[in-house]
């Protein structure tokens, strides 16, 4: 493998990104900060197709990944939204986001930005639909969930925090291991590598379910990887099997799902996910259309010769710097995560945090607790610090409420 060829074409998959991601994070930060939770409940309550629809219609542009999306997901339930919405919700919710449509015109071209959303969206009316249908008697698990709170200042200083801190420390390094994949595939992999599933393109679909169902992939890191692997023979469809499905769901998604809302909740949720993925990819194939090839394709064939416009290079530097930032500070919370000497303060270790939603939705819960006076998250070092009265199995209760696995207390450092 060629360093230079793979630097380059890491270069230009970067640049080609980075102007639509900052604009993308920042469209997110607005609708973060301005859009009320309450706001969203409000549409979800009714117990019939309407309320599937905006459950689906406010879900596909926010940018909430597969582990995100749960708490909040269970913590509109407890607003009093239907079965039918929070499954809605739970399935279009994490394929995509303001800012990974942006990312998918940069890279994909138009056709992806376009079905991309759509079929998010028809997978998740359907879904929420089925739900309905096949659950009208039966009642999901109550639980103490959590939405997320946005917290005090002023708004537009919150917009640009939650844009540009907060997203990127939680999909930073997700992302970044997606544009390394992404350039490496450019370089290491044969051209028309998948094109030996030419004849069987079922078969590249059931390849992609069965390696991005139990990995963890958020929206916008699954972009350059699909498009590397277009350029190396995938069909149109067998990618948009990974956009939509990789995103919606992952491992360990699953086991919360089935722990907070059942059974028969979660086999709909996962067969929903999985069968209309498929479907939509079939489709896709079947269409013949030529407006589904990643649009860097040329610019990467070129990038030995030329170099990106200096707008974009610039975008490209700002989003590396903001990477490595937020990567730098997620690094040093976690170093920083040890017990602390108050008496009345306790570190327990909780499993399962991936972002910054999954640490509001676990503080939130915990410091409605009777005797907690406050309490912190950090999702990279997987702790939980309270201080105040509360014992270990009320917060044990309270963390596994809200679908987290809960490890009991951090065990003292030397």
């Known amino acids: 493998m060629n360093l230079q060829s793979f630097f380059s074409s890491l270069l230009m998959v970067v640049a080609e990104m980075a102007p639509y991601l900052l604009l993308g994070f920042l469209i997110a930060g607005v609708l973060h900060v301005y859009v009320p939770q309450r706001f969203y409940a409000r549409y979800l309550s009714a117990d019939n197709r309407w309320s599937v629809l905006w459950a689906a219609l406010l879900g596909v542009p926010l940018p909430l990944c597969s582990c995100g999306v749960i708490p909040t997901a269970i913590g509109l339930r407890n607003e009093k939204a239907s079965k039918g919405a929070i499954a809605s919700f739970l399935i279009a919710t994490p394929q995509t986001g303001i800012d990974s449509i942006l990312a998918t015109f940069s890279l994909m071209g138009l056709g992806f930005a376009i079905v991309r959303p759509v079929a998010a969206l028809i997978t998740g009316v359907c879904g929420g639909l089925l739900v309905n249908r096949l659950m009208r008697r039966q009642s999901l698990t109550d639980e103490a969930a959590a939405t997320c709170e946005v917290e005090q200042g002023r708004k537009p200083w919150r917009v640009l925090k939650y844009a540009y801190y907060d997203m990127i420390r939680d999909i930073g ?33 059931l390849v992609i379910l069965a390696i991005a169902v139990p990995m963890y992939i958020c929206s916008t890191g699954s972009i350059p990887v699909a498009a590397a692997l277009m350029m190396k023979g995938l069909s149109p469809g067998a990618a948009l099997v990974m956009l939509m499905a990789g995103p919606a769901v992952n491992l360990a998604s699953i086991l919360v799902v ?22 939509f990819g079939l489709l896709l194939n079947a269409s ?68 910054s939603h999954c640490e509001a939705a676990v503080v939130r819960a915990v410091e409605s607790l009777p005797g907690v006076t406050s309490a912190k998250a950090n999702a990279s070092a997987c702790t939980l610090t309270v201080k105040g009265a509360a014992t270990e ?18 065990e003292q450092q030397a």
């Open 258 to 279: 089935h722990k907070a809302m059942g059974r028969r909740f979660t086999a709909i949720y996962l067969g929903t996910i999985v069968g209309f993925s498929i479907l």
């Open 173 to 205: 390094l997700r992302l970044l291991i997606g544009l390394v994949v992404a350039a490496l595939i450019q370089v290491a992999v044969p051209d028309a590598f998948f094109l030996s599933f030419g004849s069987e393109p079922l078969l590249q679909m």
């Open 288 to 355: 013949g259309l030529t407006l589904f090839t990643p649009v860097v394709n040329d610019a990467c064939c070129a990038s030995d010769t030329m170099l990106p416009s200096p707008f974009k290079l610039v975008c490209a530097a700002i989003l590396t710097l903001m990477i490595a930032f937020a990567l730098a500070m997620k690094w040093r919370d976690r170093r920083n995560a040890v017990p602390s000497v108050e008496t009345d303060v306790v570190i327990y270790r909780v499993e399962d945090m991936h972002c």
């Open 393 to 410: 199995a009320d917060v044990r209760q309270a963390v596994e409420g809200v679908g987290y696995t809960f490890k009991g207390r951090r």
